[in-house]
C-alpha cells in the first residue's frame, strides 16, 4: 500500500454569503416605487463523505485545503444572488475527525456517512425585506456572512474484517501475501512492515464463497499501548476489525517465548481498549517449519507443538501447511460476526452536523466586554448600523437571543463598551 497516510490535517473553508441590495424601484408612471433589494445567496457548505473508494489521507497531506464558492450578491428589482457550490471531499471509510482541541467531531464509520465540516455564511436581506407599516422606506441591507474556516485532524481507523496481530517478524507479511495478493515488504529483521496493508481473501466459488479483508499492522511489542516502539499508532488499526488474529512465532530463535508472547500481545490490547479482548479471536503458532521437528505436525489444541500454549491451530506460511484450514475457518468467523451485525446495523446513512454555536460573553478588559457567536454577530450585521431603522433592527434581535440578559449576568456595569461582531456600544445608554 505504497504512500498510505493515516493521518493528515484539513482546512475547511465554507463560501461567504452574499450582501443584499439596497435598491428602489424607478419605473415610468410608478410613483414612490419602494425598496426592491434582493437577498444575497448562501455560501457553499463543505461536506466530508465516507467512500470505500478512498483507502488512505495520501490527499491531503500535501493539499489539505478545502473551499466552497461564496454566494452571489443581490441586485435590484428583486433578483436575489446565485447560491455558492458546495464541495464534497471524499476520505476513507473510518476516518475519525477531531477539532484542535482534541475533541472528536464525527466518526465516518459507514459508507456514505456525512459530515458538514464548514458552514456556508448565510446570504444578507436586502432592503425590500425590511419593509412594514412602520418602516416604509428601509435605507440598509444585511452583509452576507462570513463562512465557516476551521482547521481538524483526520485519523484513519482501517475498516478490516481481520487483522494480524504479532510481534515484530512473527510472519505476519508473510502470511497476507500468501493468502491474497497484498505484497508488503518481507525480510529477517523486524520492522519491516511500516504501514497497514490490506488484503483481499476469497474462499469459495465466485457465487457461492466468503470474501473478507485482512489487515497487516505493524509488529507490536512490550509497552506498545504506552507508546513504545510504533507505539499506539497502530493499534488504533485494530480497533474494528471484526476477527483478531494472535499470530506467535514458534522458531526457536524468537526473542520471547510462545508464553510470553501471547501474555504481552493480549495485556497490550487489554490495556489499549479492554473490549479488543472480547473480540472473537485465534491463536496461530506461526513458522511451524522452524519449530521442534517433533511438533512439525501439531494440530490445533497441541500445547507442545506452540510452546507450551495452548493454540487454535499451528501453520507455516513458507510451506503452505496449515494456511487454508486457518483461511477456512476465519471465513466462518466473519460470516458469523457479520450476521450479528446485520442484524443491529438500521442500514441508514448518518449525516453529521456540528452543534449549533450559542452565545457567549468574554470580558476583554475592565470596563470592556465582546458578545461572540455567530448569531449574535449574524443580528448586527448590517451594511449601514448608522441608519436609525438598521440600529433599531439590531437592538430588536440582540435582545431577541437575550444577549441583554448574558450580559448583566457576566456583570456588565453602565458604562462599559461592549462589541458584537462590527458594532460597539456603551452599555447603560439611552
Known sequence: MAGFVDQAQLHARAGDGGAGAVSWRREAHVDRGGPDGGDGGHGGDVWLVASVNQSSLLGFRDHPFRRATDGGHGSGQKKHGARGKDIVVPVPVGTVVRDSDGAVQCDLAGDGDRFLIAEGGQGGRGNARFLSNRRRAPA?????????????????????????????????????????????????????????????????????????????????????????????????????????????????????????????????????????????????????????????????????????????????????????????????????VRAAAAVEATGAVVIHRPVPEGVDVQRLSPGAWRVVGRVAERAVAFSDLNDVGALDEAVKRLRRLGVDRALARAGVRDGDEVTVGTMTFIWGEP
Open 140 to 336: 440598509f441591507a444585511e452583509q452576507g456572512e462570513k463562512g465557516q474556516e476551521r482547521w481538524l485532524d483526520m485519523e484513519l481507523k482501517l475498516m478490516a474484517d481481520v487483522a494480524l496481530v504479532g510481534f515484530p517478524n512473527a510472519g505476519k507479511s508473510t502470511l497476507i501475501s500468501t493468502v491474497s495478493a497484498a505484497k508488503p515488504k518481507i525480510a529477517d529483521y523486524p520492522f519491516t512492515t511500516l504501514v497497514p496493508h490490506l488484503g483481499v481473501v476469497r474462499v469459495g466459488g465466485v457465487r457461492d464463497g466468503t470474501e473478507f479483508v485482512m489487515a497487516d499492522i505493524p509488529g507490536l511489542v512490550e509497552g506498545a499501548a504506552a507508546g513504545k516502539g510504533l507505539g499506539d499508532r497502530f493499534l488504533r488499526h485494530i480497533e474494528r476489525a471484526r476477527v483478531l488474529v494472535v499470530l506467535i512465532d514458534l522458531d526457536p530463535q524468537a526473542v520471547h517465548t510462545p508464553a510470553e508472547q501471547l501474555r504481552i500481545l493480549l495485556g497490550e490490547l487489554g490495556d489499549y481498549q479492554a473490549e479488543l479482548l472480547e473480540r472473537p479471536r485465534l491463536v496461530v503458532g506461526s513458522k511451524q517449519d522452524l519449530s521442534d521437528p517433533d511438533t512439525n505436525g501439531a494440530t490445533a489444541g497441541d500445547a507442545a507443538g506452540a510452546g507450551a500454549i495452548e493454540c487454535d491451530l499451528v501453520l507455516s506460511a513458507a510451506t503452505g501447511a496449515g494456511v487454508q484450514t486457518l483461511v477456512d475457518r476465519l471465513a466462518v468467523l466473519v460470516q458469523e
